[in-house]
């Protein structure tokens, strides 16, 4: 009797490791986690987003990079949409998301609705995962199935904020480190930093890449190009050495609003907006990711294919699941 009680553990065992790895392959997430508890979830998701960029077209950007922003910092948990209040302090006042950071009421707009169709149900980080993906479309670029069932921590990380979000001043070195320890290797880093085919960025970030000769490594490939003293220049009529530091340039100034391969274009021009973006194909010694944004550059389907593969990545930091967190009322507050 004991050994067949300890057989049929086991097999109970692999039948349940089975069906976790058979449904699953970057983690605990799962595609259909909703599709009894909440079915409308996609609709309601891509509908509010489409009419959120509708209205703002710079929208798709900044939801896009809120789920960024969320994933970095303690993992996909909505970390980042917590407000200050009792014993947290907002990601939101740390310094890559204050002034910078939009989007907040268009994830409490799909939030109330979704309160209502299906309560305490969706957990705020899956709908930070699913605006990202729709946000991409919406510009017309690809499409990817969101992995689902993360859920929303209790608190939020200030200093994680300060400490995991890499800035535009970045080496390529540091770059690589930072998404390295979020278990993000090079080629993400080449794909996902297409984001910047949209949306746009203060003066304050990318005045150093304008006017820093310290960033002399970065200058030596637009030499080659005659067309960079222009677009110096016009960077420097939009961002002064001082002062307008909320003033914006899009982030890809052939197709600022797009979401294409354009962003990579930039960058053998010479014309990438952040230091982060120039650095790709200055700093890069070894030349692979010269190589791979040069294909991506060709061959718009290539990008596609390997951003939506980051994104799911990307969306599989380190979520809580099971019985850790909650599923929030109101993304700006944990539960009382
Ligand atoms: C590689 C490291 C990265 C750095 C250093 C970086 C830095 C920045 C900075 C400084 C801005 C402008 C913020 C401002 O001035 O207000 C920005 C904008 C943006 N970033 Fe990144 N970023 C990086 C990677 C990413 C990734 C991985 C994504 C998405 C997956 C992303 C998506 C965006 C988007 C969409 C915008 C425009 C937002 C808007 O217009 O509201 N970035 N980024
Ligand atoms: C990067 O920018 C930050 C904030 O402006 C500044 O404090 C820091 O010194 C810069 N780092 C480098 C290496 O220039």
Not at 83 to 90: A, L, N, P, W
Not at 135 to 145: E, F, H, L, Q, Y
């Amino acid at each position: 009797m004991e050994q067949k009680g300890r057989i049929f553990l086991i097999l109970v065992a692999m039948v349940f490791h089975g069906t976790e790895s058979l449904s699953d392959d970057d983690g605990p997430l799962v595609l259909d986690y909703y599709k009894e508890k909440c079915p409308l979830l996609e609709e309601i998701v891509k509908h509010n987003v489409e009419v959120a960029v509708f209205k703002d077209p710079r929208m798709a950007a900044s939801l896009l990079r809120l789920h960024f922003h969320d994933c970095f910092v303690m993992g996909c948990d909505a970390s980042v949409l917590l407000d200050s209040f009792g014993g947290i302090t907002s990601e939101k006042q740390a310094g890559p998301n204050l002034n910078s950071l939009r989007g907040f009421e268009v994830i409490d707009q799909i939030k109330y609705i979704l309160e209502e169709a299906c309560p305490r149900t969706v957990s705020c980080a899956d709908i930070l995962a699913l605006a990202a993906r729709d946000s991409v479309a919406s510009r017309g670029g690809p499409s990817w199935d969101v992995w689902l069932g993360r859920r929303d921590s209790l608190q939020a990380s200030f200093s994680g904020a300060n400490q995991f979000i890499p800035a535009p001043n970045n080496s390529l070195e540091t770059l690589i480190s930072n998404f390295k320890q979020q278990g993000l290797d090079i080629e993400d880093l080449v794909a996902l930093s297409g984001s910047h085919t949209i949306g746009k960025a203060r003066c304050l970030s990318f005045r150093q890449r304008v006017y820093d000769v310290n960033f002399k490594g970065q200058y030596e490939i637009y030499d080659k190009y005659r067309r960079y003293t222009s677009f110096r220049r016009i960077l420097q009529s939009i961002c002064p050495k001082s002062g307008r530091n909320n003033d914006l340039a899009p982030l890809d100034f052939m197709t600022p609003a797009r979401f294409d391969n354009h962003y990579y274009v930039n960058l053998l021009q010479g014309k990438g907006l952040l230091g982060s973006d120039t650095v790709l194909v200055t700093q890069d010694h070894e030349g692979e990711i010269l190589k791979q944004v040069w294909a991506y550059a060709t061959d718009e389907k290539l990008f596609f294919a390997s951003f939506a593969n980051s994104m799911v990545k990307m969306g599989n930091i380190n979520p809580i699941t099971g019985n850790q967190g909650e599923i929030r009322k109101s993304c700006r507050f944990v539960n009382t």
